[in-house]
T-cell receptor, first 110, second 113 residues
Framework: QKEVEQDPGPLSVPEGAIVSLNCTYS??????FMWYRQYSRKGPELLMYTYSSGNKEDGRFTAQVDKSSKYISLFIRDSQPSDSATYLC??????????FGKGTRLSVIA | DAGVTQSPTHLIKTRGQQVTLRCSPI?????VSWYQQVLGQGPQFIFQYYEKEERGRGNFPDRFSARQFPNYSSELNVNALLLGDSALYLCASSLVSAQETQYFGPGTRLLVL
């Protein structure tokens, strides 16, 4: 079992839809959880950073962490064609390297 | 402020050759990490450096090496290139440690023929 599992998609949604992206993990020592957005042939761009469990909201983006279920989510409200990218979840125990999921490819259709 | 910069942007090499990739972190950031991203996969950790010392190493062969300079820039070297080394090589910088927010550069795309 990989440390971090993420459905690679592709996921295709109409403009304006609510998008839900998810990752599961097996290492209960993970404490830091991140979501990165990566456009084609570019480096990952940090979207959300969460420590431990709970929710965090930033504009149209909401990150949720459920440590009891070892499950994290990213919600995108009012999705736009410019949100079309690959979304990577990443996590760390703290003072350890980031462990990434495979990424989910999202297409938002106008 | 400039973000993380990497050079070159693209590189084509043949099997058996050696390659050096370069990274300049965000001003004020002292930690640099290197990742390899194969097409269709998430980034895989290769090295982390802080204050010119190696602080972490991923599961990569000894053909991979790196160093950090006094100005906190870094180089990644790969010897005896294999076809499987073809990937996007990403550099990320953070203030002090790898647990903090890491900011990625645009990457160097390496193709080994």
């Amino acid at each position: 079992q990989k440390e971090v599992e993420q459905d690679p998609g592709p996921l295709s949604v109409p403009e304006g839809a609510i998008v839900s992206l998810n990752c599961t993990y097996s290492n209960s020592a993970f404490q830091y959880f991140m979501w990165y957005r990566q456009y084609s042939r570019k480096g990952p761009e940090l979207l959300m950073y969460t420590y431990s469990s709970g929710n965090k909201e930033d504009g149209r983006f909401t990150a949720q962490v459920d440590k009891s279920s070892k499950y994290i989510s990213l919600f995108i409200r009012d999705s736009q064609p410019s949100d079309s990218a690959t979304y990577l979840c990443a996590m760390s125990e703290g003072n350890t390297p980031l462990v990434f999921g495979k990424g989910t490819r999202l297409s938002v259709i106008a | 402020d400039a973000g993380v910069t990497q050079s070159p942007t693209h590189l084509i090499k043949t099997r058996g050759q050696q390659v050096t990739l370069r990274c300049s972190p965000i001003s004020g950031h002292k930690s640099v990490s290197w990742y390899q991203q194969v097409l269709g996969q998430g980034p895989q950790f290769i090295f982390q450096y802080y204050e010119k010392e190696e602080r972490g190493r991923g599961n990569f062969p000894d053909r991979f090496s790196a160093r950090q300079f006094p100005n906190y820039s870094s180089e990644l070297n790969v010897n005896a290139l294999l076809l499987g080394d073809s990937a996007l090589y990403l550099c990320a910088s953070s203030l002090v440690s790898a647990q903090e927010t890491q900011y990625f550069g645009p990457g160097t795309r390496l193709l080994v023929l």
